[in-house]
């Protein structure tokens, strides 16, 4: 006869539990909130970027990154200010430069009125994070050669790149799911005919299909079709791998006496498969999204660095960062140019961090380890 522990009889104190030690790894802890800080600052880009993303000013195109001073002429701390810059042609050697205007300082305004925008596209705003009066520029980042700020660029580059993972894994695992319950549940010539369904769907190159089908796709279609395309299609080839893994899960929970018990009280099928034998899986379920949220970014950043993803002017860290290959050359000059790219690999890391250290959290034999 099994004895019932508290944890047992009570799920929720488990699952809090698996929250603490999750939070106690200072790896893992650090992760989440870098995720955190890069998803809310994706959240509210308009808000925090000085300037829209279409924003541009020709006669700074390609702008080194704008100094912020915090001293005075004294050399005393003061209240950040910028000055303005103007560019200079080398006729020798056909270079630009930006040289600073000392003759007026422009302090940083912050929670000041700049361009309006829509706040969630809904509610009309004009207040960002910071900006400075005209005709001064704040480009903490640079400028691209279409004189747009890079900064802000990246914010609202990071709406597309990240919100992409999520959006698929809205698509793809409910159907690999559902779709591997219903076929590890009744088994038989069920299970065989869906399992090759599920392989066939495998066998499909996910990259090259995408390459092969953005490359015939209108010029005419926007950034934001092309971008629900991409979600789409990836969701549809992403959940088949799922499917396996928890058909073999349910595989073995379907003879489980809890299982056997709701079929005697008369449950049906389905209502069994979505009450007690999916729900066996959700440890594993977690984990996996974790780890499969960083295919779906690097994806579309693939896709979007050989151009065939979302498209100027529209931004995203995989065609910022095809700008900055374009310019390989000037690389050493203007390194600020990668950090899309860094971005990229900051959020991928931090992704398989949490779910890494989610799977050992999860995992029934590290329970007793802590």
């Known amino acids: ?37 890069l998803y809310g600052s994706a959240f509210l880009a308009d808000s925090i ?76 705003m004009d207040i960002h994070l910071f900006s400075v009066q005209e005709p001064a520029r704040i480009f903490l980042l640079g400028s691209d050669i279409n004189g747009r700020d890079s900064f802000s660029r990246l914010f609202f580059g990071a709406q597309k790149s990240l919100t992409i993972g999520f959006l698929g894994l809205l698509i793809a695992f409910p159907i690999g799911i559902v779709y591997g ?43 934001s079709q092309r971008f629900a395309l991409i979600t789409v299609i990836l969701s549809f080839i992403g959940w088949a791998g799922l499917s396996r893994v928890i058909r073999g899960m349910v595989l073995a929970v379907r003879e489980e006496e809890f299982v056997q018990a709701a079929k ?52 995203s860290w995989g065609n910022m960062l095809k700008f900055a290959m374009d310019n390989v050359n000037d690389l050493l000059n203007q390194p600020w140019l990668i950090t899309p790219g860094i971005l990229i690999f900051i959020t991928i890391l931090c992704f398989n961090t949490v779910g890494d250290t989610l799977r050992d959290v999860l995992d029934p034999k590290m329970q007793g380890v802590s």
């Open 264 to 315: 005697a009280a008369g449950m049906s099928e389905l209502r069994t498969i979505l009450i007690h034998v999916i729900p066996q899986t959700a440890s594993f379920i977690i984990v996996a999204a974790t780890l499969r949220v960083p295919g779906f970014i690097l994806s579309e950043s693939g896709l979007s660095f050989i151009g065939l993803g979302i498209q100027q002017p529209d931004a």
């Open 1 to 37: 006869m099994k004895i019932a522990t508290s944890e047992s009889q009570n799920p929720r104190k488990k699952r809090r539990t698996a929250w603490q030690r999750l939070w106690a790894d200072q790896v893992a802890r650090v992760s989440l909130i870098i995720l955190a800080l």
């Open 181 to 223: 319950g219903i076929s590890g549940f009744f088994g038989g010539i069920i299970d065989t005919i869906m399992m090759r369904v599920a392989e066939a769907i495998m066998s499909i190159p996910g990259f090259y299909l995408l390459i092969g089908l953005a490359a015939i796709l209108p010029p005419s279609m926007s950034s």
């Open 49 to 124: 970027s000085p300037y829209s993303m279409h924003f541009n000013d020709p006669d700074l195109a390609n702008a080194p990154p704008t100094v912020v001073h915090f001293t005075d002429e004294n050399g005393s701390l003061c209240w950040p200010y910028v000055h303005t810059v103007e560019r200079s042609f080398e006729v020798e050697t056909f270079k630009q430069s930006y040289l600073e205007n000392t003759a007026k300082k422009y302090p940083i305004r912050l929670f000041a009125r700049a361009e309006s925008y829509s706040f969630l596209g809904v509610f009309p």
